[in-house]
C-alpha cells in the first residue's frame, strides 16, 4: 500500500515498492538522517514554545508522536525488510533509530546488528559478515571495489556509533583488515582497479575519504 507520493508512482508503474517514502533501499537513508536529527534536537523540544504552538502539542506529546511515528516505526521496518540496503545500510538506520529511542528493547536491537544471524546475508550480524562475508584480505565479496567500500564506509559509521552503546567493534580482529584490504589494492600509489560497475576508463582512486580512516 502506497503511503506516499514516490510509492504511487512506483506502483503506477508497476515497480515493486516497499518504503514509506521512497525505495526501500533509499529509505535506509531517510531513517538514518531523520533519527540522528531528531536526536540532535531532543532536549530542546520542551523549551519550544513556538514548535508547540505551531503543531498544537506539548513537547511531550510531540515527542511521543515521532517516536511512534519515526522510531518505532523505523525500526519495525528494518526487521521486516521494508527497509533495507547493501550490507551496514540498514543496520546503520537501525542503531541511530534504536539509540535515539533509547527505550525498549534497544540492547536486543544492537545484538542483532553486532552477532545476530540471519538467512538473509544482507540482515546478518556484523560478526558473522566479518568472519563469512570478508576475504581474508579484507575485501568484502562483492567485487566492485566502489560496493565493496560502502560496506566499510557503513561499518565504520556503525562501529563509530556503537561506542555510544559502549560497544568497541574496533578490537574485533578482522576490523583492521578491511581499511588495509583498500589500501592494498591501489596500484602505483594512483589508481583502483576498475572493476564491475567501479571506476573508468581513466582510472583514479576508490575510498578517498578522510572519515573512514
Known amino acids: 500500500h502506497s503511503q506516499s507520493r514516490y510509492g504511487e508512482l512506483q506502483e503506477k508503474n508497476g515497480s515493486r515498492y516497499e518504503g514509506k517514502f521512497l525505495n526501500h ?13 531528531y536526536d540532535s534536537v531532543w532536549d530542546t523540544i520542551d523549551e519550544d514554545e513556538n514548535l508547540q504552538e505551531l503543531v498544537g502539542k506539548s513537547g511531550e506529546e510531540i515527542r511521543g508522536f515521532i517516536e511512534a511515528n519515526l522510531l518505532e516505526e523505523g525500526i519495525e521496518s528494518v526487521f521486516a525488510k521494508k527497509i533495507s540496503g547493501n550490507y551496514g545500510m540498514h543496520q546503520r538506520a537501525l542503531i541511530f533509530a534504536a539509540l535515539a529511542r533509547d527505550q525498549g528493547p534497544v540492547e536486543e536491537w544492537l545484538d542483532s546488528v553486532v552477532s545476530g544471524i540471519h538467512p538473509d546475508i544482507r540482515h546478518t550480524g556484523l560478526e558473522y559478515a566479518l568472519y563469512n562475508l570478508v576475504y581474508q584480505d579484507g575485501i568484502p565479496y562483492e567485487t566492485s571495489p ?36 583498500v589500501l592494498d589494492v591501489v596500484q602505483c600509489g594512483l589508481h583502483t582497479p576498475s572493476l564491475r560497475d567501479s571506476g573508468s576508463v581513466w582510472g583514479g582512486l576508490v575510498g578517498q575519504d578522510a572519515y573512514t580512516f
Not at 25 to 37: D, F, K, Q
Not at 156 to 167: P, V
Open 25 to 37: 533501499i533509499w529509505e535506509t537513508t531517510v531513517l538514518h538522517m531523520l533519527a540522528e536529527s
Open 146 to 181: 566502489g560496493y565493496n567500500f560502502s560496506w566499510i564506509r557503513n561499518i565504520t559509521e556503525i562501529a563509530e556509533t556503537l561506542k555510544w552503546a559502549g560497544r568497541n567493534m574496533y578490537q574485533h580482529p578482522k576490523m583492521k583488515t578491511l581499511y588495509e584490504g
